[in-house]
């Protein structure tokens, strides 16, 4: 068995590391030791050619990924005519199913109790509402946008004082003042997601509840379509105060 991996983190020892750990984890005799694979762990560059050529020495490419965005070296072993063992999960079921794979039953765990951020300021905050949209509950500075779908029924709200940014800021901050959050606030309300689970996730499940309702690509394009229905409307009417347009043109596709 051949494992390549990239060990960007861990100083590139991988080898030694994952001997190490089957040395702990495993407790084998030298006899069971000698009974199993060789295994080979390839963490240095290699070329485009020794790319394809252990593609070509292999029977099947395993890999039992915890989620892909698409998963390009699932793509290349499938381009290599290698049969894939994948996690049935994520970007790779696009392409990959029980004709062309073997996929691999999961359970899905949640990594996290909670998103913190103690934002200076947000127009929005697309990782708070993607970590929502998540069923986590958020720990976010009670100010700007974020106060638009964050309150205490889905998330924990730190106290800040506004203090004028500094001018070593790049320019476009200069004379403005961003929100500082309460560090003693901030570890409070984190020992509270921390010492009542229950109701954190409650909170995370009434996040995520609002997200769907609200905030999902139907419920805008509803939002959306109604705003589009009132200005056309509004247009052709005639009673239009704002409207410079003399003449509606209505848009491709509008037959009304």
Not at 157 to 176: E, I, K, R
Request: with cysteine; net charge positive; aromatic share 10%.
């Amino acid at each position: 068995m051949y494992i390549l991996t990239k060990p960007f983190l861990n100083g590139g020892n991988f080898a030694g590391d994952m001997r190490t750990w089957v040395q702990q984890h495993l407790n084998l005799s030298q006899e069971e030791h000698s009974k199993l694979p060789t295994l080979y762990v390839i963490s240095s560059h290699l070329t485009s050619d020794q790319y394809a050529g252990l593609y070509k020495a292999a029977d099947a490419y395993v890999t039992p990924t915890r989620g892909e965005g698409w998963g390009m070296p699932i793509t290349e072993a499938m381009s290599m005519g290698l049969p894939v063992v994948v996690t049935n999960w994520s970007g790779v079921t696009a392409f990959v199913d029980e004709s062309v794979g073997y996929m691999v039953n999961y359970t899905l765990q949640t990594a996290a109790d909670a998103y913190v951020t103690p934002t200076r300021g947000e127009g929005w905050g697309m990782p708070i509402t993607e970590a929502m949209s998540m069923g986590l509950p958020v720990v976010v500075t009670n100010w700007s946008g974020v106060t638009a779908f964050v309150d205490e029924s889905v998330g924990y709200m730190v106290n800040y004082t506004l203090q004028t940014v500094p001018d070593d800021q790049p320019w476009w901050f200069q004379g403005a003042k961003w929100a500082v959050a309460s560090s003693s606030h901030l570890r409070q309300r984190m020992r509270e997601v921390m010492s009542d689970r229950r109701t954190a996730a409650a909170k995370g499940k009434r996040a995520r509840q609002r997200m769907v309702k609200l905030y999902s690509p139907e419920a805008v394009g509803r939002l959306i379509a109604a705003e589009h229905k009132r200005l056309t409307q509004l247009l052709r009417s005639g009673t239009c105060k704002h409207c410079n347009n003399k003449q509606w043109v209505a848009p491709p596709g509008d037959t009304s």
